[in-house]
């Protein structure tokens, strides 16, 4: 069997984000056809999470250190004077890096997970580097950038969007293969990465939530709800929008209805803006879910900005639940408006539809019925990882082959 050395920025556990559960689930696949290392360094609360990884994790050998380098003024100047991204810097740690140079070309494999890691794939390497973009991770500092605040933050985000690109797409053009959403392969093609190497991948959700019964309108609340981590910014700025531009045309018409924001670590604006709402409640992190949506009504995911396939979008339409959106929640998904979603950036407009979607059973319905059929059809990980082994089956043969090829020029010349 062949060996694979994983490299992530970040434990995969708890499997708290849509990204961990992305990685774990891709450990225990590639685990089916390598004999799989994990390497990463310790950050924030890892290192108490690391003896429950453990036991969760398929790996054969485990690698760690522990990196300490917070998000700060200091270490934002630093990064500028080494020329890499804030998060590189963050995760970046020599003795780390020498342990993995010191055994890299026992591996058939490297999967660098995330483009942070890329320090740590050695010079020299001669096996197959495959790189897994989680997400074109500039656009989101693009996106940040444009909408209107703060004018020194909004500058400070465009030049770590100028870094981070410039950054993705070198991590990309090392790779033999990159696996990227279909768009954000198009952003990393933009940025000068040859298309050739690049094959698609997705984020998806749980998909297990396709073999539970169906949800019922009539056993549902006049409720809204949301998941997802309320520390990201995307999630922050989304749920800041939507309460002050789409909740306040909901009350009046709806003056029972009632919002469930699920997530852990809320940022302080967040609890600001909900206190001032009788009827929006911050649940804290709930385990299990099933509950939450059985009673509710109508998912939103009010995204502003971000990148790649929404897991709390995919989440939602495989349990059922009509969901809400805007292009940005929506992008990545093959879905049509109206039929499997309802996508909207205007806060009429959104409103509008959350107040169909409270009151029209029929609509209700259909929702409920299309959206679990295209991720039957289109969205599962059994479907996604078999793929995934073809191409990567497929750029070790060539791998092998271009390795031959020169050893015979090698040996002629």
């Known amino acids: 069997m062949k060996r694979l050395l994983f490299v992530s920025p970040e434990l995969p556990y708890p499997m708290q984000s849509g990204g961990k559960v992305k990685s774990m689930k891709l450990l225990h696949a590639l685990s089916k056809r390598y004999r799989v290392t994990f390497a990463s360094p310790l950050k924030g609360e890892d290192a108490s999470h690391v003896d429950e990884f453990h036991a969760a994790s398929p790996c054969v050998e485990h690698v760690h250190v522990s990196v300490d380098v917070p998000r700060s003024a200091i270490n934002l100047l630093i990064s500028y004077l080494q020329g890499i991204p804030l998060n590189v810097r963050r995760t970046m740690d020599s003795v780390l890096r020498n342990r993995i140079a010191d055994v890299a070309d026992d591996f058939d494999v490297i999967f660098l997970d995330h483009y942070e890691v890329y320090p740590y794939l050695p010079q020299g390497y001669g096996g197959l580097v495959v790189y897994h973009a989680h997400n074109a991770y500039f656009k989101i500092w693009e996106r940040y950038a444009s909408l209107p605040g703060n004018p020194v933050m909004r500058v400070a985000s465009y030049l770590e969007a100028i870094r981070v690109r410039r950054c993705e797409a070198s991590v990309a053009r090392q790779a033999d293969l990159v696996f990227a959403a279909p768009s954000d392969a198009r952003e990393l093609v933009d940025a000068g990465v ?10 998806l959700g749980d998909d297990s939530y396709l073999q539970r019964n169906e949800l019922c309108f009539q056993r549902t609340r006049k409720k809204l709800m949301y998941v997802g981590l309320l520390s990201w910014e995307p999630n922050v700025q ?45 649940t804290g992190f709930v385990a299990d879910l099933e509950d939450i949506y059985r ?41 049509r408006n109206g039929v499997h979603l309802m996508v909207s950036e205007a806060p009429d407009h959104m409103a509008s539809q959350i107040d169909q979607l409270l009151s029209d059973a029929v609509l209700w319905d259909t929702l409920r019925t299309q959206s679990r059929q295209l991720i039957g059809e289109r969205y599962t990980w059994a479907s996604l990882f078999e793929s995934m082994h073809r191409d990567m089956d497929h750029a070790l043969s060539l791998k092998r082959d271009a390795v031959s090829l020169e050893n015979e020029v090698a040996n002629v010349v």
Request: with cysteine; hydrophobic share 45%.
């Open 194 to 203: 040859s298309g050739n190497c690049i094959r698609p991948t997705f984020h």
């Open 295 to 335: 009673d509710s009504r109508v998912s939103v995911a009010p995204l502003l900005f971000g990148s790649g396939m929404k897991v709390k979008v995919l989440d939602a339409m495989a349990r059922g639940i009509p969901t809400v959106t805007t292009p940005v929640g929506a992008e990545g998904i093959d879905i």
């Open 238 to 282: 989304g749920l800041l929008w939507f309460i002050e531009h789409v909740w306040p045309r909901l009350e009046p018409c709806h003056p029972d209805l009632v919002f469930d924001v699920v997530g852990k670590n809320p940022d302080p604006r967040l609890v600001d803006a909900a206190a001032a709402h009788a009827g929006i409640t911050l």
